[in-house]
């Protein structure tokens, strides 16, 4: 895939599992234009997921397929990615997608993944990043935005911040505080990612 974007703006696929706060900070992000981007459509695989309802007030269009009717993962994967190409998405935005990208589909869009990860990676890699860095009486965690490959939470960041943990924090203070930062540093990310692609560097 060429390295550079063939045209302004960039082409965005968000992959939601669940609340989608973090696909509404994107979307605001380009809707108040912010964001130099398009929102193409949404990938979900969860009926019930909140982040649908998002989508459909915004009238974004949504990919909902079951993973449950596909034998592979790769099957899975190679029917998202020939709607992907359909639509020339430039960019796969991971925003609390619960699933694990096979090398299939990471090489079909290699270094177009970006995911934002609830901890100042490489600590606290995992699901549940928030709740380890909580119980470890750790004094600061983060959020991370960062490539990705192959070794879960392991491609390189983009964007990082540091976030303290009080010790008056509960584990609900914690998560509100995160949640702040992700819907704050995740449109940043994307777009500095769209000028660096445009400029032909990564
Ligand atoms: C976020 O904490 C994100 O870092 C993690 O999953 C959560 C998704 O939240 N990967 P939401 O669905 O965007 O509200």
Known sequence: ????????????????????????????AVLSKKLKAEVVLMVCDNP?????????KNNIPVVLISPHLFAARE??????????????????VLAGFMRILTPYFIHAYRGRILNIHPSYLP?????????????????????????????????????????????????????????????EIYPKAIQRVILRLRSGLR
Request: aromatic content about 6%; proline content about 2%.
């Open 48 to 56: 019930k997921a909140y982040a649908l309802e998002r989508a459909k």
């Open 75 to 92: 099957a899975y994967e190679k029917i998202i990615v020939r709607i992907l190409k359909s639509q020339q998405i430039d960019l796969v």
């Open 123 to 183: 600590h606290f890699k995992g699901a549940h990043a928030i709740r380890d860095a909580f119980e470890s009486k750790a004094k600061e965690t983060g959020v991370t935005v960062h490539w990705v490959t192959v070794k879960v939470d392991a491609g390189p960041a983009i964007l990082q911040r540091k976030v303290k943990i009080n010790r008056n924090d509960t584990l609900a203070s914690l998560e509100k505080k995160i949640h702040a930062v992700e819907h």
């Open 1 to 28: 895939m060429s390295r550079r974007l063939p045209h302004d703006g960039a082409r965005l696929a968000v992959f939601c599992s669940g609340f989608g706060s973090n696909f509404q900070a994107v979307l605001d």
